[in-house]
């Protein structure tokens, strides 16, 4: 089994490795295998990040929409920038470990796709017994873990906060950093299963755009879903709809994205798919939308000034 099933939840993989029937260090492995895009629209905000310090401060500020069940904190210690997990969720100690292992591997594998630079772990502890698997952490890491300490760490050279973004671009990161606190205050106040849909359509709009993908991440089925949301007088292609609708024109108000660009950050692969459903939308043509949206922004520029 070469990476997480992302239909099992870290419980149901706890169990599996207990009993043998995947390898206890599957998460710790699957890290290297992880893509930026998987964190959402937080991903693609720190992908449009300046530097590596200023990646780190989104992440820092908007972590929660991404990797809720664990808290990060960052802070700098002995010249190191450590990247702080705590178990904010009350997790059992064996499954809290699966999902330490499996964000920690991320961590060089984000900083090489973010700045095509290599950055290794100078420093890793964690707070729970010996794994049994070091041979992993030397080949994951470079770095061997020093078990049963205080807290969870993971410490690297303050001289890569300075590294630049390889796809850093100023107005996609305003975009996005207003959608990343959209998402974090929809959160907050999520109710009801439609919020609940539309909160995971914001986070992962690019890659979870079907029924049955909301269902495999709710664990529940198609029929279930459709009763509910009939309940509460909507549909899953309302929710999607309305969730690409106002991301898109926010794209087209405020960025000089292609429209192809528009299309797959709102999760069409096809320009004409998009132009289709835009026009449905707003009896528009993305194009139009964004002429008439440009005095608009010409106003606004001039009162910032």
């Excluded at 929409?65 to 808290?71: E, G, Q, R, Y």
């Excluded at 909507?234 to 999607?240: D, K, N, R, Y």
Aim: charged share 20%; glycine share 2%; aromatic share 10%.
């Amino acid at each position: 089994m070469g990476s997480v099933d992302r239909s099992l939840s870290y419980h149901e993989l706890n169990v599996l490795t207990k009993e043998k029937v995947v390898p206890q260090d599957l998460c710790l492995l699957a890290g290297r295998q992880f893509q930026i895009s998987e964190y959402g629209i937080l991903g693609y905000a720190m992908k449009s990040a300046q530097t590596v310090s200023q990646a780190l401060l989104l992440a820092s500020k908007y972590h929660q929409t991404a990797a809720p069940l664990l808290n990060v904190n960052f802070a700098v210690k002995d010249d190191l920038y450590e990247v702080v997990l705590e178990n904010a969720s009350l997790l059992d100690d064996s499954v809290f470990f699966l999902l330490v292992e499996e964000l920690m591997a991320t961590f060089p594998r984000v900083v090489y796709q973010l700045t095509g630079e290599e950055i290794l772990a100078e420093k890793i502890e964690l707070s729970y017994a010996d794994t049994g698997h070091w041979q992993s952490y030397q080949k994951v890491f470079s770095c061997l873990p020093s078990f049963d300490a205080p807290r969870c760490i993971f410490a690297f050279s303050l001289q890569a906060l300075d590294l630049p973004m390889l796809a850093k671009d100023y107005n996609m990161l305003k975009l996005l950093d207003r959608r990343c606190q959209d998402l974090l205050d929809f959160s907050d106040r999520a109710q009801g299963l439609s919020h609940n849909v539309t909160r995971l359509l914001l986070q992962q709009l690019t890659s979870v755009n079907s029924a049955n993908d909301i269902c495999s991440l709710l664990n529940i089925s198609e029929r279930t879903l459709r009763r509910h949301l009939a309940k509460e007088n909507t549909s899953f292609q309302a929710l999607l709809d309305d969730v690409r609708q106002r991301f898109a024109e926010d794209c087209l108000r405020t960025t000089t994205l292609s429209v192809q660009e528009v299309a797959e950050l709102v999760g069409y692969t096809e320009a004409s798919n998009f132009r289709r459903a835009f026009h449905r939308w707003t009896s528009r043509t993305p194009d139009n939308f964004r002429m008439c949206a440009q005095p608009d922004q010409r106003y606004a520029a001039a009162l910032d000034q």
